[in-house]
């Protein structure tokens, strides 16, 4: 399978902590990007790595990625409320025009 | 102004029947996806359609059909509906290229019955 997986599949936290989720894929990757979604909503963009990166940042969001280990991180710091969502990692991988998404992590963090 | 926008939003039919499902994006992007969203929250890809060739079709079945009249819309037509095909189905569109990112439309929840 193309699709990626994600861990942990459901997260809770207290708002004001940090959140991480990790992503493994199988093959071979021009880049790796995360996306959002809310409840009932359409997915949104929130960060690309390429492939020759190794850490990237972006307001309150830090992506890693490790490419040996075919693994991506996404930390939020500080978390609110309003980040309750669901987070897929995706990737662009070498040879295809497409993104495969992993499975998702559904993250709720508690008032 | 919505960038990439779907319609309809639900959909409830019966069995056998066929249905389309809409999409129009505003972004002047080459590149437009449909995706098929699962009860367990699995993406996967359906098609995508750059400069009006297919160039990705995902072992989906013949029954699924994408339309494309011109590079900002792509239709997806489903004959013959079957139980297992209700899910959300989302359009989404990009630049051609590797580095970019795709935009989503808001889904179009199909439930056949």
């Known amino acids: 399978s193309q699709q990626g997986e994600e861990d942990p599949q459901a997260l809770s936290i207290q708002e004001g902590e940090n959140a991480t989720m990790n992503c493994s894929y199988k093959t071979s990757i021009n880049n790796l990007q995360w996306y959002r979604q809310n409840s009932g909503r359409g997915l949104v963009h929130l960060i690309l790595i390429r492939s020759n990166e190794r850490e990237k940042h972006s307001g309150r969001l830090r992506v890693t990625l490790d490419t040996s280990k075919k693994s991506s991180s996404l930390w939020i710091t500080a978390s609110r409320a309003a980040d309750t969502a669901s987070y897929f990692c995706?990737?662009?991988?070498?040879?295809?025009?497409?993104?495969?998404f992993g499975t998702g992590t559904r993250l709720t963090v508690i008032p | 102004d919505t960038a990439v926008s779907q319609t309809p939003k639900y959909l409830v039919t019966q069995m056998g029947n066929d249905k389309s499902i809409k999409c129009e994006q505003n972004l002047g992007h080459d590149t437009m996806y449909w995706y098929k969203q699962d009860s367990k929250k699995f993406l996967k890809i359906m098609f995508s359609?750059?400069?009006?060739?297919?160039?990705i079709n995902e072992t989906v079945p013949n029954r699924f059909s994408p339309k494309s009249p011109d590079k900002a819309h792509l239709n997806l037509h489903i004959n013959s509906l079957e139980l297992g095909d209700s899910a959300v189905y989302f359009c989404?569109?990009?630049?051609?290229?590797?580095?970019?990112?795709?935009?989503f439309g808001q889904g179009t929840r199909l439930t056949v019955v």
């Open positions: 359609y750059n400069n009006k060739e297919l160039i």
């Open positions: 989404a569109s990009s630049l051609v290229g590797e580095n970019t990112e795709a935009f």
């Open positions: 995706a990737t662009f991988q070498t040879g295809a025009n497409n993104l495969f």
